[in-house]
């Protein structure tokens, strides 16, 4: 009984501080409401984000106001043609050492030595640069000439890109975009909040954002998290959403079958449920329902769910995919 009254009140203190967190931000973004909540879900969730949207849309800005609120080490790499693995990871250097009047290799740590690495316009860099992120995205840590080096906790990955259609651009690869947790698009301002972004940024006032927490409390948090307990039913439903995303399931529906390649994997069944327990503990519930699993699969499937010509041709995009399974795979009559 002890152990369910302090659970709730862990619930209840995460939930205010992310309304504390929510307000240091506002002070530097105007609007972008749905992208704030998911890119807070997914650091709390331990998942790592991909943001797309032309440039000029406030991303970077966005991801170093967490950073602050939430006292983390930030570092940006600007994605180029001619970006190589090694300036991001690190190299080892020849350096002399007076001392033993020798030479040696030492390891000179790159950006990815940090708590979030914002990895900028990712899809303008060719895809072995893009590869050398993958390590690090799914082991925390870092290979260089045969040594392994261990990222410090907590670690994300950011990555912004732009829309295919821009020239210079390589599409990120299947595997590479199942590493992110959520696929996250940002868009245009509506034109007040647009005039508000205008009026602040060309003032003389500077942002200044509080710290709200720092990374070790932030790890706890995510402990927390992971410790939520679902409910069998709708786990069930949240995998019954992933399997009938495949078309080579013999009970997928006929659009599924008509406009998908690929469905998502079982890493999908994994990120929708953490990123639900994440969604429903922040906001003050113990307990994950299916609404929670609906609100996150958007994020967590658009970039999961693959599809074909004949989709393009008749715009049925992923995301229109994701609100047909919604409306298809039956939930629960216990109605959680």
Not at 77 to 94: N, R
Not at 130 to 143: I, K, S
Not at 161 to 173: R, S
Not at 327 to 336: A, D, F, H, N, Y
């Amino acid at each position: 009984m002890t152990e369910t009254i302090d659970a709730a009140k862990a619930v209840a203190a995460l939930a205010e501080s992310r309304k504390r967190i929510l307000a240091e931000i506002r002070k530097a973004i105007v609007g972008q409401e749905d992208v704030v909540n998911d890119v807070i879900t997914s650091f709390f969730a331990g998942g790592h984000c991909l943001i797309t949207g032309v440039p000029g849309l406030a991303k970077t800005l966005l991801i170093s106001s967490i950073s602050k609120a939430l006292d983390l080490k930030f570092s940006r790499v600007q994605f180029t043609p001619d970006l190589m693995p090694s300036d991001i990871t690190g190299t080892e250097v020849l350096e002399e050492d007076k001392a033993a009047g020798k030479k040696q290799l030492r390891f000179r740590p790159g950006p990815i030595f940090t708590n979030i690495l914002l990895a900028d316009e990712i899809n303008r860099t060719p895809p072995k640069t893009q590869a050398a992120l993958l390590e690090a995205m799914q082991e925390h840590q870092v290979t260089v000439s045969g040594n392994t080096y261990h990222l410090e906790e907590p670690f994300f990955v950011l990555a912004t890109q732009n829309p295919v259609e821009q020239e210079g651009t390589y599409p990120l690869p299947e595997v590479q975009q199942d590493r992110f947790m959520f696929s996250l698009v940002i868009d245009y301002l509506p034109r007040d909040q647009e005039v508000a972004v205008v009026n602040a940024t060309t003032g003389s006032g500077v942002a200044d954002i509080v710290k709200v927490m720092d990374g070790k409390e932030l790890l706890g948090h995510q402990q927390l998290i992971r410790e939520t307990p679902v409910a069998d039913a709708v786990l069930r439903y949240a995998v019954s959403l992933i399997a009938t995303s495949r078309p080579g399931n013999t009970d997928a529906p006929k659009f599924i079958k008509d406009y998908v390649s690929w469905g998502a994997s079982v890493r999908g069944s994994h990120y929708l449920v953490l990123a639900a327990k994440a969604r429903a503990v922040l906001s003050g519930r113990p307990h994950v329902s299916i609404q929670d699993i609906q609100a996150v699969a958007v994020p967590v499937l658009r970039n999961r769910i693959i599809t074909n010509f004949h989709a393009a041709s008749e715009n049925m995009t992923s995301e229109k995919i994701i609100a047909k399974l919604i409306e298809t795979v039956p939930q629960p009559k216990s109605g959680l």
